[in-house]
């Protein structure tokens, strides 16, 4: 079975410019909570010290681990929209991986959840932490930041110089509403799943992405829905909505798409 791992990051105290190092010993600091968690006015920054706020999305790092079978190491990226690109498995991609950031910590899920690393963020070059998979297995690992990187074909491009944001609608699901309702889920290869009442021939349903252009193709083609993407600049929710029209036998019409969370809140 091919290895995913999951990210935990070690934690440690953030100390403000001219503040002191808490002694752990003294009467002032002992049985003393960590302050709650302060957010930024941007809800896909996180706050890496009390005056300093930091986008995630488009990071990418270089991991090493320590597995149960040995020692590993791949890159792992941050992707808009919430998916995210390991290199350690060949088959996997924005479509099974994806991550999230809950306060300042961050969750990287691979392999369609059967692995997770789990982070607290403290800054932005480096992670120290432990693994989980499904098995219960655990392990320690670390990832440094790395520059530059390229998107896969077809992806769009959302910043550019050497760190480009790259979003894929791969492995993303929408609720579309048209000439009638549906979802549709945006597998791995083009692959199309969707509950279409009017579609009951499985098996020949297909996407596209180019860029910002979208097609949805059901019944080898004989319905088609098209959109051009409009994700916001940066953002790891790079893209909630989009427009487009569609066409059938019964003529061309208009639609919209909404996007359907992977992972319904709360997080566990």
């Not at 403000?16 to 006015?41: F, L, M, N, Q």
């Not at 920054?45 to 190491?73: D, K, M, Q, T, Y």
Request: glycine fraction near 14%.
């Amino acid at each position: 079975m091919k290895l995913r791992i999951a990210l935990a990051l070690l934690v440690l105290p953030l100390i403000a410019c001219g503040e002191s190092t808490p002694s752990r010993g003294g009467t002032e600091t002992a049985g003393a909570e960590r302050p709650p968690y302060s957010a930024c006015d941007d809800p896909n920054e996180v706050r890496l010290a009390p005056h300093v706020c930091w986008n995630p999305v488009g990071s990418r790092w270089h991991v090493n681990a320590e597995a149960p079978g040995g020692a590993i190491e791949f890159d792992l990226e941050l992707m808009a929209g919430g998916r995210a690109r390991a290199s350690d498995d060949p088959s996997g991609g924005p479509a099974t991986d994806e991550w999230v950031v809950q306060e300042n910590v961050l969750r990287v899920f691979l392999g369609g959840r059967w692995a997770e690393y789990r982070a607290e963020l403290t800054n932005g070059s480096l992670l120290v932490g432990d693994a989980t998979n499904v098995r219960g297995d655990s392990w320690a690992f670390r990832a440094e930041r790395q520059h530059g990187g390229t998107c896969a074909a077809g992806e769009l491009v959302l910043g550019g110089g050497g760190d480009p944001v790259c979003y894929s609608v791969a492995g993303s699901r929408w609720a579309v509403a048209g000439r009638t309702s549906f979802t549709v889920e945006l597998g791995a290869g083009g692959v199309l799943t969707h509950d279409l009442p009017s579609d009951t021939t499985a098996g020949n349903d297909t996407w596209a992405q180019s860029g910002s252009a979208l097609t949805l193709r059901f019944d080898d083609g004989a319905t088609e829905y098209t959109a051009t993407l409009s994700p916001r600049p940066i953002g790891r929710g790079a893209l909630e909505r989009f427009e487009g029209s569609a066409r059938d036998a019964g003529g061309a019409f208009p639609f919209s798409a909404q996007a359907v969370p992977s992972y319904p809140p709360p997080f566990h």
